[in-house]
């Protein structure tokens, strides 16, 4: 067996199967922490949470979307956000739909 035959037959899973073996083997347990701005504007940021199976069905619905309007296995979906929650649950959605992310930072200029 060659090196390179090797190295594809043990390549490690795919970032999408990754988080799907997480939701599967942990469904309630927190994935995520993020902060929320108080709905009066004024005060410290407020923590929510998302479960592991909360953010699945936020990812299969992303997923699910992105197939919907045509995205095929290995095409490019642009992503154009600043860091946050929504970031992570649309990359994942990407990858879950068979895609791959190009990031686009806000800082980033049109050059």
């Known amino acids: 067996m060659s090196d390179t035959q ?5 390549r490690p899973p795919s970032v999408a199967a990754l988080f799907l073996e997480r939701v ?3 469904p309630n347990a927190e994935a995520y922490r993020y902060p929320v701005p108080p709905a009066s504007g004024e005060g410290p940021d407020e923590w929510k949470s998302l479960s592991w199976a909360q ?6 619905a992303i997923a699910a979307g992105l197939i919907e309007l045509g995205v095929r296995p290995e095409q490019r979906v642009a992503l154009a956000s600043s860091t946050r929650v929504e970031w992570i649950l649309a990359d994942l959605g990407i990858l879950c739909a068979g895609a791959a992310t190009t990031t686009i930072y806000p800082q980033t200029n049109a050059e």
């Open 6 to 10: 090797t190295l594809i037959e043990n």
């Open 24 to 26: 599967a083997a942990t």
């Open 55 to 60: 953010a699945a069905e936020r990812v299969y």
